[in-house]
């Protein structure tokens, strides 16, 4: 029986991804041999592959369709963003399309698949699963969406059944943290931030260098020690839900992390470092590609942040 797979972002013959997204590769020529290799290694020639986009980026039409016929499988295109005519006119074994719901004989609902990472899809609420590309590994999946891109997956496609089980766990992390932030806002609505704290404090969390192992969240060293620091984030949010500002999440304010430098959230990146960037003239993805760690919006996050807190420039 035909197995069914999923990949994207290969960028075929683009030698600047090598250094943007930290490619074990001498050379474009030699990342493009590995990629073959390691797809053909993955999928028989019967089997079905759906690519959710960015198949070439600076290879002639020649090239690409020398790598196309290279490679096993009957193969679908999802479009990305770099997928120009010459990719779109392959010998794809269905016309080319920029979303799909694919019915999949393992479940009882379409995949939704798209090249962009979404925040809702069709079946959301219902249990539907989300596929997506074009983040290189950049923009953790959420719940049951992931990304399948091959900087995630060791540079070849993926099966469902690989899937499945990372999905359900985000599911499942996803519903506690909703039920501890409900728990929060209801404390939070009370004015009793340092209770509030206690409850985040109880939330399970992934520890960074253990695997897949689920320990409990560390939280803050004394309750007390933050609960100052607590109050006046939320007091900010109220500030700014009654002026009708959008607060930014993903700059946040510590002790613990970087001693109390403020930071995109998930990360150690001092939100001054892209300011600076950012008053450089540099692109947000030219400041995304210098921190892989950043999530995509997080360079919209900090100009956010930089102007609600009207920060100085630089001395």
């Not at 999923?6 to 683009?14: E, P």
């Not at 979303?99 to 219902?126: C, F, I, K």
């Not at 006046?232 to 949010?237: E, G």
Request: net charge negative; hydrophobic share 40%; glycine share 8%.
């Amino acid at each position: 029986m035909a197995e069914i797979f999923f990949t994207s972002d290969h960028h075929f013959g683009h030698r600047g991804i090598i250094a943007i997204c930290d490619r074990p590769f001498l050379s474009v020529d030699d990342m493009d041999e590995e990629l073959i290799r390691r797809w053909n290694a993955r999928v028989r020639k019967g089997d079905v592959v759906y690519h959710l986009g960015d198949f070439t980026m600076g290879a002639s039409a020649e090239r690409g369709a020398e790598i196309f016929g290279r490679l096993h499988g009957r193969k679908h295109l999802i479009i990305g963003n770099h997928d120009r005519e010459k990719v779109r006119t392959l010998p794809w074994a269905s016309a080319p399309r920029d979303r799909l719901l694919l019915r999949h004989p393992g479940e009882t609902l379409p995949l939704v698949l798209d090249h962009y990472a979404m925040r809702t899809w069709p079946g959301l609420h219902y249990g539907a699963v989300h596929l997506y590309g074009h983040s290189h590994g950049a923009l953790p999946g959420l719940g049951r969406s992931i990304d399948v891109g091959v900087d995630v997956w060791h540079f070849r496609p993926v099966g469902l059944d690989e899937l499945r089980p990372i999905l359900e766990r985000q599911h499942e992390e996803l519903e506690r943290e909703r039920d501890a932030a409900r728990m929060f806002r209801e404390r939070a609505a009370r004015g009793d931030p340092a209770k509030a704290l206690e409850i985040l404090a109880r939330v399970p969390d992934v520890a960074p260098d253990s695997g897949d192992e689920v320990v409990p969240y560390a939280g803050p060293d004394t309750v007390d020690a933050q609960a100052e620091t607590f109050a006046r984030l939320w007091q900010d949010n109220r500030e700014a839900s009654a002026a009708g500002v959008g607060y930014s999440t993903r700059v946040f304010t510590d002790p613990a992390v970087l001693g109390g430098e403020p930071h995109v959230s998930g990360t150690t990146v001092p939100a001054r470092i892209v300011l600076d960037a950012i008053r450089d003239g540099d692109l947000d993805f030219e400041i995304l590609a210098a921190h892989p760690t950043l999530p995509e919006d997080a360079v919209h996050a900090v100009r956010e942040w930089a102007a609600r807190r009207e920060v100085p420039d630089r001395v």
